[in-house]
């Protein structure tokens, strides 16, 4: 029996909520903060069980081939650098990638059903597609996490011929710094032959604009 | 005892020449003035929420709408405005200095009560058995003498088992002493309280740090991302059906909306979200938010390729004044009753030319505010001859060109700009207004020039090499969408408040030492709730069959 604690006062102390007692730094900091955290942790997960569906990793913003890498220089989306390659899965189940179309020019437009800007740009991307693909101009429609059958749906009622690729969790999307200062869609990037970005546009574009753009990066004469 | 810093005991040490590099940081979370500190600092926080204006919450994460807002405020705070945005002044709740004081303050709250466990649980499970006896005479404390009975301490003993109290006996120097001890267990309720404590500010915190919600205002047959642009988290909502129900008068009886969740690409959840019960999927909630009935699905396609170039549910928000009429020939007889759909807008006027039934005569009818601008007068003229305009008042009839007008009341039809439709969005139009066997039908203003469409459901129109298609009526779900992962640490730590109380107030522990010895018998005690060793003792006595001779303490007279 501890005599300091039984025996020597004539006052039994009737207070010890208001004892403190320091039993060195791991028990009387690391473990208290040790329980929060597994406390917080238990019930964060709980919060959170049965979240989102599992994302195949082998989609998504992949490496660049050093060989189909025109600049020498980590892909980035700026313009002069080689675009960061994605492989992503097209509505149909077949896959699209990037880099598999050097040696075309390549538009990369950004896009999602629920966008009203996209919904008006959309026409004349079509328009330009059926315009500029004698010249090899290829268009790749980034679609953002929608379902495989609402991208499918809108790619018809549209005509939007050229492949397609889901975005699906965003990863492509935020590689290729969509939106700019308005942080939106649509977004599009002009691609030349060998891979590397020419020019960008934040924002719907007119069919002048359109054809201004592609312009730096369709063979000279074109259309 | 207020303070008792035991030695450091034997095992795992860290520091520096002996000196622990946490103990000042345990100090100072363990110190009562630095939680009085961080409480005020909290509370001036608080204060400044009140007292200064904060951005509105639909406004967070969007850079121009809190540009545009902090113009506004430019009218009041000046050249402070933009500091004061800066130090996160008018969004206090979210601002990282107070976000962090709270964290401090959970911290503080989790170490304080953490290291009182463990005296307090030796409290609990190696309580003081023994008490000197002066404690019996001399201590400012419980306590009361009972005459002496025939075999007392045995009796004592086995009354207070009886009593379900733990009792330990002692013999010493012809002195028998008991220690009694009576739901020892109901002093750890305070951790419980403490812990509830601590999950309340977790829950506040993490629920500011992780919480998130959007409005989204979704069309049947249509979906709408949760976030802006992507997220790893980014989920679609889709708007199956949205249902409101209204009584004959028009008031609101029930909301509800069918939802399907995507994400990943694939449909994740399905379900009903009403008013009172959302819909929850992923650490998300659905909660039906609004409804609006008048929307119209419209798509416009090329004539040459069969593609879709305009494809919208227009959500027709604004109202148009239309005249609802009757017109009725020399005999009475009714030609027509309807609302006239405006489709010319002239000056102040607006109205359309309208071919009467079996009549077949046109008169161009519209409406037009009186000159003090308080009601609507229908306007009556053939159309080629505007002079001879005929007013009628709201519930009047008047005679034109030998047929009888009827301005039955002034009303508005839902309509809607729609700029995509037109080239010129300044002239595009669309009116929703129904015949009436009551099938919807759209008047589109603007696509084509000098002409008003009028799309009936499903029934496509060609003109001009595009194909217009009313798809019919649409309805809107107002879907709020929230995050609150803090939720469930409420739930719990109200549980465990709830808990934790009501073993405080209704489990009180009590501790008995007694000793007898000659021809008394001597009881101190410690209760944790007032009067209640009083009420023991005489309780005590009574069992025993005699009375306290004298007592001292809390409830003496109780």
Known sequence: MDPEENTTADEVDERPQRRREWSGGLRSVVLPLAILAAIVGGLWYWQNAGGAPAIDDAYGTVELPEAKNATGRPPVAEVGRAGPDFLLETPAGGTLRLSDLQGSPVLINFWASWCPPCKDEIPELVKAYDKYQGEGLVIVGVNLQEPDGAVRDFAQDFGMRFPIGIDRDGEVGDAWRLGGPSDGIPTSYFVDEAGVIRDFFYGPMTDDKLAEKLAGVLPEGAG | ?558
């Not at chain 2, 976000?99 to 709250?109: D, W």
């Not at chain 2, 601590?198 to 991302?225: C, D, H, K, Q, W």
């Not at chain 2, 039955?408 to 929703?432: F, H, I, K, N, R």
């Not at chain 2, 501790?511 to 008394?520: D, I």
């Open chain 2, 1 to 558: 005892m207020a303070r008792a810093e035991a030695p450091q005991r034997a095992g795992l040490r860290f520091g520096w020449r002996g000196v622990d590099p946490l103990l000042p940081i345990w100090r100072l979370l363990t110190s009562v003035r630095f939680a009085l500190a961080l409480l005020g600092f909290l509370a001036v926080a608080g204060l400044l929420s009140i007292v200064l204006p904060q951005v509105p919450a639909p406004m967070r994460g969007n850079e121009a709408a809190i540009s545009a807002w902090l113009e506004v405020q430019k009218g009041t705070f000046g050249p402070f405005t933009e500091p004061f945005y800066r130090l996160g002044l008018f969004n206090v709740f979210s601002a990282r200095w107070f976000l962090g004081g709270l964290a401090v303050l959970v911290i503080s709250v989790c170490v304080c009560t953490a290291n009182r466990f463990a005296p307090t649980w030796r409290n609990v499970t190696r309580p003081q058995e023994r008490v000197p006896d002066g404690f019996f005479d001399r201590a400012a404390t419980n306590r009361a003498s009972l005459p002496a009975v025939e075999n007392g301490a045995d009796r004592l003993e086995a009354t207070l088992r009886a009593r379900r109290f733990r009792v330990k006996r002692f013999e010493e120097a012809g002195a028998t002493y008991l220690f009694a001890d009576r739901f020892a267990w109901a002093q750890l309720a305070t951790f419980v309280s403490h812990l509830a404590l601590i999950m309340f500010l977790a829950g506040g915190l993490i629920s500011r740090v992780g919480g998130y919600t959007n409005a989204l205002f979704v069309a049947e047959g249509t979906t709408s991302p949760i976030f802006a642009v992507s997220h790893p988290s980014q989920m679609q909502v889709e708007v199956v059906d949205a249902v409101g129900k209204f009584d004959a008068a028009g008031t609101p009886l029930d909301y509800r909306t069918e939802l399907v969740i995507y994400q990943g690409g694939r449909e994740v959840a399905r379900g009903v979200t009403t008013v009172n019960s959302p819909m929850s999927y992923g650490g998300y909630r659905f909660h039906q938010a609004g409804y609006f009935g008048e929307g119209a699905g419209l798509r416009v396609q090329d004539a040459s390729t069969g593609n879709t170039v305009y494809h919208e549910v227009l959500a027709l928000e604004q109202l148009v004044p239309a005249a609802a009429i009757q017109v009725r020939d020399s005999q009475g007889r009714l030609l027509l009753d309807d609302v006239i759909v405006p489709t010319d807008f002239i000056d102040d006027a607006s109205g359309t030319v309208i071919t009467v039934p079996g009549d077949g005569s046109q008169f161009w009818v519209g409406l037009r505010p009186d000159a003090e601008q308080e009601t609507w007068q229908m306007l009556v003229y053939p159309p080629d001859d505007v002079k001879a305009s005929t007013l009628v008042p709201a519930g009047g009839t008047r005679s034109v060109a030998g047929l009888s007008f009827t301005f039955l009341e002034p009303t508005g039809l839902p309509s809607l700009s729609a700029p995509g439709l037109a080239d010129d969005p300044d002239q595009s139009l669309v009116v929703m207004s129904q015949t009436p066997e009551g099938t919807p039908y759209l008047t589109a203003l603007g696509p084509v020039d000098g002409q008003a469409l009028t799309l009936y459901p499903e029934q496509p129109v060609e003109i001009e090499g595009r194909i217009y298609t009313f798809e019919g009526r649409r309805e809107f779900a107002g879907v709020e969408v929230r995050r609150d992962p803090g939720v469930n640490f409420i739930w719990v730590a109200a549980g465990l408040l709830l808990a934790g109380l009501m073993v405080t107030f209704y489990v009180p522990r009590l501790r008995l030492w007694a000793r007898v010895r000659g021809g008394e018998t001597s009881l101190a005690g410690l209760a944790e709730k007032s009067g209640a060793f009083q009420g023991e003792a005489r309780q005590l006595a009574e069992a025993l069959g005699t009375q306290v001779v004298s007592e001292e303490g809390e409830g003496k007279d109780a």
